[in-house]
């Protein structure tokens, strides 16, 4: 399938209009009318069924505004980090340069290549420039990707308009840890748009300069624990690339974790659901799957991460999901920059903690500042120190959440003489600069943790494209061109239509009493009048809906209707008291 097809029955049918289309368009900007904008909304609907409804983990919904102030995207690294490489050719279009690279034919993954290795390839391959031809073109520069903007006029305030939803869960960790009751894991999902300010967006709806994601941050204490909910989806299979042999190969998500492929039961278990999402909104199972990526191809803030591809007749393989290992990345970063390191760590308690040999000295304060003066903050740090680094061997100590809680289980000694070194020095510090001395075992009570998050990350306009290129079949009947939209009943814009036959007889009258029975039950329904009935049947089969009930003579007589079945296009006579049960079934996951 051409995705211009794709694209003109999309633009034809109300899915997907060009933006500000009547001042010539904005290239990155797309508007949904009124099938799309359905279909997503479904679609997003889908997304939390499976990530919200029926998640056996704890989780919540949070909607946070998409202006962000500085300061946060600057902690999380975006400021800095989130660019792209950019080119500009002798006539100054610019063009990113890991996509120029490629289409050049390099034949390796572009987007892992670094600065230097970016200007060597485009030295070595020439490429055209897409809008002029030229062939010259300047060293790779980054840029980042953000839409600034100022927040409050004049007050040079500046802000972001966030590339990201996951930011807005980061920095409220704090307070859903408390909605949560103090208990991982748990996790946060956001429905919502992002923007980034794409340097070259020239491929249709992949790539948009404003776009809708579906994330989920799931902060667990330790992502290598045993996920218990991990057994129930171990048995599913996909194919992998993993990035030791970036050869695809098929198996069990259990077997993925097993073998080590997959760094953890966490990570696992969000990519089964990953699957188990986007086969159930239509997305054909032979054209998905999981690809691990390079080392130095992750984001700023990732340990192990995972992109789900779908494969476009036009595009090739396309990232549309991407599921991460982001490790204590964001929390570590928010604790330190907003200096409230305390309410973003987790106190993880131990039954029975690891036992440790060291010495704990509680220093007076007020002597010790008298005997040592400048140098008194210096001693104590040192005193503690030694503490600290005994507490670190067993994990009881985090460099940003701090010391954990220890019991000493000896007896307190007497306070003596200690020495401690000092850039090198010893120096001796007096007995009664010294309060208490401990001296024997401890054990660690709990751990100050900053909580680890796994987070599967969907771009909606990307899956929505995939899904409608997937589900296009193009051929002809009696002699005219016949396209059917094979989509899911799940996410299809309307999931039945309500036909009479004729529009005599009381059959259209009758026809609506039909429709709003099925809207009362909450489907998403059409009705039309308008032609024969096959050009009706086939007006439908274009827009994904996936059944069509027509109202005919007997329907007037018992109630009973035909139910087509847009794939097979087989009809079944349903009695009227079995419509509704008989469509939701088919059409709703909760019924199915
Ligand atoms: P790419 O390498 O293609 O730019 P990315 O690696 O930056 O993508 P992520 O940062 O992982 O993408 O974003 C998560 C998801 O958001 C992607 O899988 C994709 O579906 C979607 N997404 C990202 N950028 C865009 C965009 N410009 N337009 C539409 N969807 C996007
Ligand atoms: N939140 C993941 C991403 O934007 O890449």
């Known amino acids: 399938v051409a995705d211009a097809d794709v694209l003109d029955l999309a633009k034809r049918r109300g899915f997907l209009w060009p933006a500000f289309d009547a001042y010539g368009g904005a290239a990155g900007f797309y508007d949904y009318g009124p099938l799309g ?81 970016i200007d060597v390839q485009v030295v070595a391959l020439k490429p055209a420039c ?29 802000g972001y308009l966030r590339p990201e939803t996951a930011q807005g869960i980061f920095t409220d960790f704090p307070l859903l840890l408390r909605y949560f009751r103090g208990k991982l894991p748990f996790g946060a999902i956001q429905l919502g748009g992002s923007n980034r300010n794409e340097i070259s967006p020239r491929q249709g709806m992949l790539r948009l300069r404003e776009f809708s994601m579906m994330e989920a941050e799931v902060f667990f204490a330790d992502t290598n624990a045993p996920l218990a909910a991990f057994a129930g989806v171990a ?57 691990q990526h390079l080392e130095n191809e992750m984001a700023h803030y990732a340990q192990d991460c995972w992109d789900a591809e779908f494969y476009s007749d036009r595009y090739g393989w396309i990232e549309c999901v991407g599921i991460a290992d982001r490790g204590c990345y964001d929390l570590s970063q928010h604790a330190k920059h907003s200096g409230r390191v305390g309410d973003f760590t987790y106190r993880l308690a131990l039954a029975d903690g690891p036992r440790f040999e060291a010495r704990r000295v509680e220093v007076d304060a007020g002597k010790l500042g ?36 220890v019991t000493f289980e000896g007896q307190a000694t007497a306070p003596a003489t200690l020495h401690v070194t000092i850039d090198g020095a010893s120096v001796q510090v007096p007995a009664d600069c010294i309060k208490s001395i401990e ?34 079949e193009a051929g002809e009947k009696n002699g005219e061109p016949y396209i059917r939209l094979r989509l899911s009943p799940y996410v299809a814009p309307v999931q039945v239509a309500v036909l009479a036959l004729t529009s005599k007889d009381g059959m259209p009258e009758k026809a609506a009493e039909i429709e709003w029975q099925l809207r009362a039950a909450g489907l998403r329904t059409d009705s039309d009048l308008s032609g024969n009935i096959g050009r009706r049947y086939a007006r439908q089969d274009e827009a994904g809906t996936p059944y069509c009930v027509t109202v005919d003579q007997d329907t007037m007589q018992d109630g009973s209707v035909t139910v087509r079945d847009r794939d097979t296009t087989q009809q079944e006579r349903v009695a009227s008291d079995a419509l509704v049960q008989y469509l939701r079934r088919r059409c709703q996951p909760d019924h199915a």
């Open 37 to 117: 904008a359905a279909m997503k909304t479904a679609f997003e609907n889908l997304w939390r069924h499976i990530f919200l409804h029926t998640e056996p983990l704890p989780m919540g919904e949070v909607f946070c505004p998409r202006v962000t102030p500085y300061e946060v995207l600057k902690a999380s690294g975006h400021v800095d980090e989130f660019t792209d490489l950019v080119v500009k050719c002798q006539n100054g279009h610019p063009m990113r340069a890991d996509h120029l690279v490629k289409e050049a034919g390099y034949d390796g993954n572009a987007d892992a290549l670094s600065q230097a290795g």
């Open 130 to 158: 897409p809008t002029c031809g030229a062939k010259k073109w300047t060293p790779a520069a980054p840029m980042n990707l953000m839409n600034q903007t100022e927040i409050g006029p004049g007050s040079g305030r500046v």
């Open 235 to 291: 048995k599913r299979t996909a194919v992998f690339v993993p990035n030791t042999t970036e050869k695809a190969v098929e198996m069990s998500f259990g077997e993925a974790v097993s073998s080590g492929m997959v760094c953890n039961q966490a990570l696992g278990y969000f990519l089964a659901r990953t699957q188990q999402f986007l086969l159930l909104a239509g997305m054909d199972p032979k054209r998905l799957r999981f690809r």
């Open 370 to 405: 008298r005997t040592f003066k400048a140098q008194a903050k210096a001693v104590a740090a040192a005193i503690q120190q030694e503490f600290i680094d005994a507490a670190a061997k067993v994990g009881g100590y985090d460099s940003v959440a701090g010391l954990g809680s």
């Open 439 to 472: 001296e024997g075992t401890f054990r660690l009570d709990a751990r100050n943790i900053l909580p680890s998050v796994i987070e599967p990350s969907f771009g909606v306009d990307r899956i929505l494209y995939a899904l409608w290129e997937h589900a296009y």
